[in-house]
C-alpha cells in the first residue's frame, strides 16, 4: 500500500517558481526579474554592514546564551521595532497600549495576526487589494476568514482606483478589516497620496472598520525610514485601534533570518495585556516561541545610534539604486521608442513595477529573452543593473512589437 500515493503533485508557487525555473536556464544573458530581495550592480545578494557589525558584538559577548525566548519575543527588539515603526514619542507607546509580539517575519506576522483575529474577533470578512501579494489571500484564508478584495489597481491610468477603492470599503461590514499596504505596495509599486489616504482614513473610521497595515519595505522604498512609515503613524497618532505587521527582511535584508513583529495598538493599557497574552497563545500553539538570532542583530542595531546611523545610510543608498535604475531603465525604453507610455516606471515605488505587460509579453519576456519575471507582469527592479538594463529595455520593445 502507497501510504501517500494519492497525494498529488503541488503547483508551483508563482514566485518561488520563477527563481528555480531561473536558476535552471543556463543562457549567459538570463535575467532574473522576479527575485524579492536586493541585489546589487554585480547582482549578488548584500549583507548590511551594520548586520556584520552587529553579529559579531552577538559572537563577542559572553552573556548571550542560546536559551528559549518567551511566546512574546526579545523585549528589547520588541520596543525597539514599535519606536521604529511608531516614532519617537508617540503617545500609544507611552500609554503603553500597543501590544508587540515578536513573530517569524511578516509572513509570520501575519499569520499570527490572522489567527489572533479569527479567534478573538471574528471579523465579517478581510479585504485585501485587488491585486496583492499573493500569500495575503491563503494566510487569511487558512485562518478561516472570509477573504473580499477591493479594487486598487488601474490598467487605463496605470494608477490607483481610488473611487472603486473608497466605493467597496463604504460598503463593507461593520467590523471588516481592510489590509493596507503601508508603503511600497506589492505588486503595483502605487501608494496612496496623503489626500487620498485621507479619504481612506474617512472611511475607516465612519464605517467602523478595523485598518490592518502591512509594513514589509519601511525604509525601502523612499530611503526615508520616517517617510515610509507616514499612514501608520497618522493613523495610531489620530486615535485609530489597528494591526500591524512588521518585516526587518527587506530594509535590514535579514530575509533568512525571519525577523519581524505584530502590533496591536489597543484603546488603553489593560486591553492591550489582555490582547499580548492571547496572542501569545496563538503562538504558543503554533511554534511556541520565535527565533533568537534575527531579534538580536536587529535589537543591537537599534539600540546603538552609530550603528543606526550607518545602517541609515546604506539602506538610503539601497533604495537610491532602486531609483537609479527604474529612471535608466526608462530612458533605454525611450531611447528604443518603445510604443505607449512608460513614466509609470519611475513614478512607482519600491522593489516591484507594475509593468502593463499581458501574460503573453511576459511570456515572450522569459520564453525568448530569458528574463524571468511574474505573469501578472510584475518585475523586481533590484534584478536590474547598470549592465543588463539596455538588454531588458531591448527585451521589452521585442515583446511589445
Ligand atoms: N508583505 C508583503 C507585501 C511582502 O511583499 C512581503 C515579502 O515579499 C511580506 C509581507 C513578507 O515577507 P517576509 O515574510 O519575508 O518578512
Request: with cysteine.
Amino acid at each position: 500500500l502507497n501510504v501517500f500515493g494519492h497525494i498529488k503533485l503541488a503547483p508551483p508557487d508563482p514566485i518561488l517558481g520563477t527563481a528555480e525555473a531561473f536558476k535552471k536556464d543556463t543562457h549567459a544573458d538570463k535575467v532574473n526579474l522576479g527575485v524579492g530581495a536586493y541585489r546589487t550592480d554585480e547582482a549578488k545578494p548584500y549583507i548590511f554592514k551594520a548586520v556584520k557589525e552587529a553579529e559579531k558584538r552577538i559572537l563577542a559577548d559572553p552573556t548571550l546564551n542560546k536559551e528559549y525566548l518567551p511566546m512574546r519575543g526579545l523585549d528589547s527588539f520588541n520596543s525597539l521595532a514599535r519606536e521604529l515603526l511608531l516614532g519617537k514619542g508617540c503617545a500609544a507607546i507611552a500609554e503603553n497600549r500597543v501590544a508587540t509580539i515578536q513573530c517569524i517575519s511578516g509572513t509570520g506576522s501575519l499569520r499570527v495576526g490572522a489567527e489572533f483575529l479569527k479567534v478573538n474577533v471574528n471579523p465579517p470578512a478581510v479585504y485585501v487589494s485587488s491585486p496583492t501579494w499573493g500569500n495575503h489571500l491563503t494566510i487569511f484564508k487558512k485562518a478561516g476568514c472570509i477573504v473580499r478584495e477591493y479594487p486598487y489597481w488601474k490598467p487605463e491610468t496605470r494608477g490607483i482606483d481610488i473611487e472603486g477603492m473608497l466605493n467597496t470599503l463604504s460598503s463593507a461590514p461593520i467590523g471588516a478589516v481592510i489590509l493596507l499596504h503601508v508603503c511600497a505596495h506589492n505588486p503595483t509599486g502605487v501608494d496612496p497620496t496623503p489626500q487620498q489616504w485621507d479619504q481612506i482614513q474617512n472611511v475607516i473610521t465612519q464605517k467602523r472598520l478595523i485598518p490592518y497595515f502591512d509594513s514589509a519595505y519601511q525604509g525601502f522604498a523612499s530611503g526615508d525610514l520616517e517617510r515610509d512609515a507616514y499612514v501608520v503613524r497618522k493613523f495610531v497618532n489620530e486615535g485609530s485601534q489597528c494591526l500591524v505587521s512588521q518585516s526587518f527582511a527587506k530594509n535590514m535584508g535579514l530575509y533568512g533570518e525571519r525577523i519581524g513583529a505584530l502590533h496591536i495598538i489597543c484603546r488603553n493599557k489593560v486591553t492591550a495585556e489582555h490582547v499580548l497574552s492571547q496572542a501569545e497563545i496563538v503562538v504558543r500553539q503554533m511554534y511556541s516561541n520565535p527565533p533568537l538570532h534575527g531579534a538580536l542583530i536587529a535589537s543591537v542595531i537599534l539600540a546603538d545610534p552609530a550603528l543606526t546611523q550607518s545602517w541609515k545610510v546604506e539602506l538610503k543608498a539601497i533604495s537610491e539604486r532602486i531609483i537609479q535604475m527604474r529612471v535608466r531603465l526608462l530612458e533605454e525604453l525611450i531611447k528604443l521608442k518603445v510604443p505607449g507610455d512608460w513614466t509609470h516606471i519611475t513614478s512607482q515605488i519600491g522593489m516591484f513595477s507594475y509593468t502593463g505587460l499581458t501574460s503573453q509579453q511576459c511570456e515572450n519576456m522569459i520564453n525568448k529573452w530569458h528574463c524571468y519575471m511574474l505573469k501578472n507582469g510584475r518585475i523586481s527592479m533590484s534584478g536590474i543593473n547598470t549592465k543588463n538594463v539596455a538588454y531588458v529595455a531591448r527585451a521589452i520593445k521585442h515583446s511589445v512589437d
